[in-house]
């Protein structure tokens, strides 16, 4: 084995290849730019070059650069994680000619599969089911449309060095062909220096289910069954897990044996992903190869009791694999979150700024359940413009499908993330959904379930008690500790009694709270009706409470103190709860409501980015879902309509203007 192992990546999948490698005794290398100097993955590894400035460019997609780092530390082998210089072959190739290990697949591997053309073509030449569509490359827009016509809407148009998400559009008319196709290019040219085209067939009421590969250079491929990946957003994966839900024993056999053929007639060796569409009558189709790790591995790894990066390196190492396919195994059910740094309230769009807390939930593992979190970031780090906005891939693992999910939303509720908007509150609500827990996926999920977008979750009867139960005792707690309890109404016994009433989401709850001994039993009563017996051990400062209910049930609430009560954050929902003594709450209905400004007549940039263009002037009018202009945030072009029909008095940005969140861009008055 080689003994120093240069991490050309950056953030969680730099810091998850530096955990094995050490585990494994081989001493690590991490590159920064600029932006990353005090980077999590920078201080985990043994030795850390600088490579360059803040843009990917300039730093971890320079060739030279990386292979310079290696020179200089003497590192024998390179692993490119996800994303970057992963899947380019001539990185591999600039590799083998400077005598370094690539820890990933051939160079001629890497070329077919990660052109969608070409790997279409070779797919359907090995025998893998394939989607109906246009292969070659497409000139110019009307030539899309044509195309488009031909295969039928709706359709896929997709940049053919592609990937994650960049460079995708469906259409479902000539309109959108056209707009979607002058978009995928300009993304495609952005982020890949590649803007060919092609069209396919968009399958509807798809499912995306990948198959996990790995591959040694002994002619060994296994298939190490697959993962669900149909909960996305802008064709960004945001929830797996593993197994699916949707396949049977043999739909899982028969496209994992596809998978199989298909690496092997292109000679493949280490991890690889093969990627299918599948309709609602399991009938699959191949979508694309990923010839690399993929971000979702650990679900794979959580179910079958594997470490893909351990195999990629000891596959690299020319080493055989440990097990056949008959080894493989399929243990439990294992789930993924992605948290990202957007503001789910503002349609997901990117945020950036400082981590002021970042608390994960405790990772541990047992026979029932475990927790994991792969992350790059830490407390006061930053969140920047100039990468993915990943902070942690959120994974727990129960014995079944149901209890995974359970794990997960508690998982969830106790991980404490400030300072930057994030999904957290979303990924919540989706875990209480009906319909996902059922396990009726598609890709279409998101937009399915959220058509107005997302603007917090709605707390069943149930869960609003909860709430309301733990903030009022959160204040008797925090009454007692004032000293405004009377000593002598307790008698000088252990009991702290109370009556209050909680004011949340426009309703008042009554409740008498008694607290039976000092280690926080207590009992509560709704409407004068004994509701329950729970343990509560919250103190004044803390940020997460948790309540265990009498019958082994338990809730995990994150807790901020506000002038008039709490912020309670829990199963996605975001509620300022008032606890008020009862004849102060009598009185409520008879305050002022603040009403807030109406910004309706500007157009606020919804996220921290750079204008691409700016298509209005100042006297135009506007109609409904008319572009008004184009912003790009982390490689994403952004594409803001008007709302309604307007007169433009003033334009304040131009092209290539750098803005702020909620910074001004245009400005209207009426018709």
Known sequence: MFSKLLIANRGEIACRVIKTAKRMGIATVAVYSDADREALHVRMADEAVHIGASAAKDSYLSIDKIIAACRQTGAEAVHPGYGFLSENPKFAEALEAAGIIFVGPPVKAIEAMGDKITSKKLAAEAGVSTVPGHMGLIADTDEAVTIARQVGYPVMIKASAGGGGKGMRIAWDDAEAREGFERSKSEAASSFGDDRIFIEKFVTQPR??????????????????????????????????????????ATRKAMGEQAVALAKAVGYTSAGTVEFIVDGERNFYFLEMNTRLQVEHPVTELITGLDLVELMLRVANGEALPLTQDGVQLNGWAMESRLYAEDPYRNF?????????????????????????????????????????????????????????????????????????NNLPFLSTVMDQERFREGRLTTGYIAEEFPDGFTGAV??????????????????????????????????????????????????????????????????????????????????????????????????????ATTSGFRIRYSGADLKVMVVRPHIAALLPLMPIKVPPDMSRFLLCPMPGQVVRVDVVEGDIVEDGQVLAIVEAMKMENVLKAEKRARVSKVHVAAGAVLAVDQVMVEFEAV
């Open 459 to 560: 707390l069943p009867r149930g869960r609003v008690f909860e709430v309301a139960a733990a903030a009022a005792m959160m204040q008797l707690v925090v009454e007692d500790r004032k000293g405004q309890v009377s000593r002598s109404a307790l008698g000088h016994s252990t009991e702290v009694y109370g009556e209050w009433v909680v004011v949340i989401m426009g309703e008042q709850i009554a409740l008498k709270l008694h607290r039976l001994d000092p280690e926080g039993t207590w009992e509560l009563n709704l409407f004068d009706q004994v509701a329950a017996v729970a343990r509560f051990d919250w103190e004044p400062g803390r940020t997460i409470a948790r309540i265990e209910w009498e019958g082994g049930a338990a809730s995990v609430l994150k807790v901020n």
């Open 208 to 249: 995306h289910i990948e198959i996990q590969l790995i591959g040694d250079q002994h002619g060994n491929v296994l298939y190490l069954n697959e993962r669900e990946c149909s909960i996305q957003r802008r064709n960004q994966k945001v929830i797996e897990e593993a197994p699916s839900p949707f396949l049977d024993a």
């Open 349 to 421: 769009l990117p945020s950036t700024g400082r981590l002021t807390r970042y608390r994960p939930p405790e990772e541990f593992a047992s026979d029932v359940v475990a927790v994991r979190n792969d992350t790059g970031v830490f407390e006061g780090g930053e969140i920047s413009t100039f990468y993915d906005p990943m902070i942690a891939k959120l994974c727990t693992w129960a014995p079944t499908r149901l209890e995974a999910i359970d794990a997960m939303a508690t998982a969830l509720d106790s991980f404490e993330v400030e300072g930057v908007g």
